[in-house]
């Protein structure tokens, strides 16, 4: 997986969803670590869509807890044919234990993708851009949510998006809550590399988020 174009992820802690979303997504977000028998349904899968596996922290505001366990299941995970991408915090990407999960994705072809989240501020641009100049200097994607208290918190988020994709990173950039929300249309104009959605609106893992219909009709009227 390259991610040299945009991919609309559907979001979804149940693999038997896929067959419902195929329409309007590129990929599968499968959260772990919001799902019940993550690793059998991972076995049992035989859907079309290729998967981004994703076992977030809780810490990072998923809900996956016990690190060594954690990722034990996402370097499982990693093995199966169908999953195309992982995603990792940052801060676990830089860690002894998760250099082993990178190194297994590595093997099997999967991209990695390395996230930041900050629930509560957008920092400074020049925050955001060292952030994610880090995180693409370590994964093959860079992702970062922020929350935008103001609409020029947005429009700093799309600038640095802006910059580093010119620089050639590939970004996934995402302003959460209210304020933010068209950010997750806008941004891939901007050169976002990856858009997240649920299959329905009342299922959505993070503020603000379309639900998925609505989201890939809105990226492909403003591509």
Not at 14 to 19: A, K, R, S, V
Not at 97 to 122: C, L
Not at 183 to 199: E, W
């Amino acid at each position: 997986m390259e991610f040299d174009s945009f991919a609309l992820m559907a979001s979804t802690a149940t693999l038997g969803d896929e067959p419902r979303v195929r329409d309007h997504a590129d990929m599968v977000e499968f959260r772990m670590d919001l799902a019940t028998d993550p690793l059998d349904q991972l076995a049992a899968y035989d859907g079309e869509l290729p998967i981004l596996a994703t076992n977030r922290a809780s810490w990072e505001g998923g809900k996956a807890t016990g690190g060594e366990t954690r990722l034990d299941a996402l370097e499982t995970a990693v093995q199966n044919d169908a999953v195309a991408a992982i995603d990792l915090e940052l801060e676990t990407l830089l860690s002894g234990d998760g250099k082993r999960v990178i190194e297994q994705a590595r093997q099997h072809d999967a991209a990695v993708v390395a996230s930041i989240h900050d629930f509560e501020t957008t920092p400074p641009k020049k925050r955001m851009y060292e952030l994610l100049e880090r995180a693409t200097d370590h994964a093959d994607v860079g992702k970062l949510a922020v929350t935008a208290n103001s609409r020029s918190d947005v429009l700093d988020l799309f600038s640095v998006t802006d910059r580093l994709t010119e620089d050639g990173r590939r970004v996934a950039t995402i302003a959460m809550g209210e304020i933010g929300r068209h950010s997750r249309a806008v941004a891939p104009v901007y050169g976002s590399k990856i858009g997240y959605a649920p299959l329905d609106s009342a299922d959505a893992t993070a503020p603000g988020q379309y639900d998925l219909a609505t989201l890939s009709h809105l990226v492909q009227e403003l591509s």
